[in-house]
């Protein structure tokens, strides 16, 4: 029992890192941009965030808690717009090729973050901002105190909850508003979309911008939350910012599937770690490998039902990865 | 004019074009147009492929803006610069390609194009668009997903998308083109349901059975030039024919006398139908002679690409047909249906399509002249290397010999000008010496003299005793190249004239006369129905709502 709470509380930070990365990815797919890069811009919100609040913490006489929270929050997700802009003038304005673009901007990223990162380091192997740390992972007080319940439910940090809220205020957006309507129409048939008059160059350079800056703040939960609040040159982020990718593709493009998608791929990852505690049993090193692979497995089971099924509206905006050009109607 | 200074309520006109002038490049789509629209009247627009029809009325409807020429609205000169500018000022255009978005339902889609300044709500969207499928009796479930719409449905949500937004002149671009005859008495209904209601429609067509049945006046336009307007009733197939395809134009073209005329395809009981189950070639009959050249003309979309591609081994034959073609070097039959086009290609059967586009079928536009030429070669030899000697030398003759003007062999074929590019698909064709050489739209595009080039390959062929199959869309080239001239209209043969003795207006007559007329199929409701419910998509429709 007490390595299953282990497991679902560890999933559950794990899925939310995913959740943010799969969520923006998905607004900007909705516009008919298939961005790869999302790793690449996790890698940079993440990094300007602790950055922010790194140097913040370090200069400031009295660091205030609430200034430090909105100053990584801010830079993290202003970092990962400018992500979303240069592969949004590369794709949408120079019509480059978006998956060529996509994954130039993965490598970009965690270069960027990489190189800039050893400034911080100063030589050290890792480094640390407590305060953020302490904001960002603040549980609710009460509530997490009562016992197994409050451990699964209320053990964690504040964007461990925003991101169910703001899945529920996407799914809402795209199904219920004029703007989630038409941001539809260009991602499914831009043609159309102009010819009804929607500036299709607007609403892709926004549902671009917006989505990596909801990506990034997958890559400012990592790192200030469930790394503890700790930068070192590690990979990490950019397994988890392709998880995210197969997320989208695993939740049909929906924000509600999303949540418990992510959720289920967070308890898949980890389960190499939990199921052989759960079932008393011991496996080989080799296996756990194997093991972390299960989420990708997943989707692409789930993508073979999905087109087998035929069903037109799990399948991906129409014009996915398509440069739109006016002329060729 | 009496009425000057008088404030008349209701204009006479809806819509008045004055000397409109679009140009395309070199190219003159509409020349000096003057003509006028009535309030409440349902006027046809009636030409030939490339006649200007669509060009003329994507003016009106703000896709396009005229080079010179006024437009007046309702008596008021107009600036319609956009789709928006028209619809602020009534004018709704029905396209012949639907621009809705297939994962949305109707009313999503009717939605889409509304006022940012209404409030948005779906539900209401709904209501009020079904008070205007109750108002003109529509047919429509504004809850299905355009995905599973058939093609009638998804036309009738196009005219619900623009009546929605108060549309009071509708123009429609071929309207019955892709509809089944059951269909298209349905449609006709709701025209005339729209006028009742005071609206003003304008049909593009190039169906004189249609123009009769369903129209008030007609207007025909001839190679970009207003012709004239004359009431339904004053006009007879005869008169629109002359009106629509004019005088005969003496073209220089040699027509060398066949000789050893030698039999090389039998087309026999061929039919195809298309994805949507409809029938496009009707039992079609016919033979090709080596030595002569068989002419085909009709309106684009009559059934040509589909019946050269059967033949060359393209498209799903229905069953029954028969296609015999008798190779050159031997008395051996062959089937041609049931073979793999390269069994057919390699047999001597040869087919160079030029589409709208030129390059979409035949070559690749990144590729030079002679890796397009090894398209064709690139399985000769044995060795696992490619031979790329061949190819070079076949395209630097094709250079010389039809004079292709490009910067070298290797430039991609598509930064070639259009008749540099038909002249290297065509030379390619006959380069590997066929036995049926098909040609369609040879001189799509072509400027004159390019097109005497291709002319006189042609002849050149035919001397040689290959049978050439040209499908035109120039009534005179047909007249002046061809030594026999059959007639495609609705997918069915209308009629195999001789290229010497036949007239244009025999050609034009046998072009648009429908064999089966809108009355006189009245009795066969059933069976259109019936072709009508087993179409996929409505099937598809069905298990939608299941899922749901």
Redesign the interface.
Known sequence: MQAIIAWIMRAVPFGTIIMYGAMGETVTEKSGNLNLGVPGIMYLGGFAGFASAFIYENNAKNPNGFVCLILSLVCCILASMLGGLIYGFLTISLRANQNVTGLALTTFGMGVANFFGLFLLQGKSYTAAPLANSIYSAKIPGLSGLGAFGNIFFSYGFLAYLAIVVAVILHRFFNKTRTGLKLRAVGENPATADASGVNVTKYKYLATCVGAGISGIGGLYYVLDYNNGIWATTGQIEALGWLALALVIFATWKPLNIIWGAYLFGVLYWLYQYLPSVLGITTAVYVSDLISMLPYGVTSIVRIITRMKKKRENQPPASLGLAYFREER | MVNEGVKIMVHPHSVELKHITKTFGSVVANDDVSMNIREGEILSLLGENGSGKTSLMNMIAGIYYPDAGEIKVHGKVAEIRS??DAFDLGIGMIHQHF??????TAT?NI????N?SEK?DLKEVRKKAEEICKTYEFDLDLDQ?V?SMSVSQKQTLEIVKVLYRGASLLILDEPTAVLTLQEIKKLFNVIRAMKKNGKSVVIITHKLNEVMEISDRVAVLRKGKYIGTIHTYEASESLLTEMMVGQKVELNIDRPTPKNIVKRLEIKHLNVKNIYGLEVLKDINFDAYGGEILGIAGVSGNGQKELLEAIAGLQVTEPGASITYYPQNSDDKMEIIGKTPKAIRNAGVHLSFVPEDRLGMGLVGSMGMSDNMMLKSYENGHSIFLDRKAPKELANEIKDELGVVTPGLQTPVSRLSGGNVQKVLVGREIALSPTVLMTAYAVRGLDINTSYTIYHLLNEQKEKGVAVIYVGEDLDVLLALCDRIMVLCGGQVNGILDGRTATKEEVGRLMTSHVTNLEETAGEDDVDSEIYQTEPSKAAAEE?KA?E
């Open positions: 789709p928006k621009k809705l978005v297939d994962v949305f999503e939605a889409l194009g509304l940012e948005f997903k995905y939608v899922n």
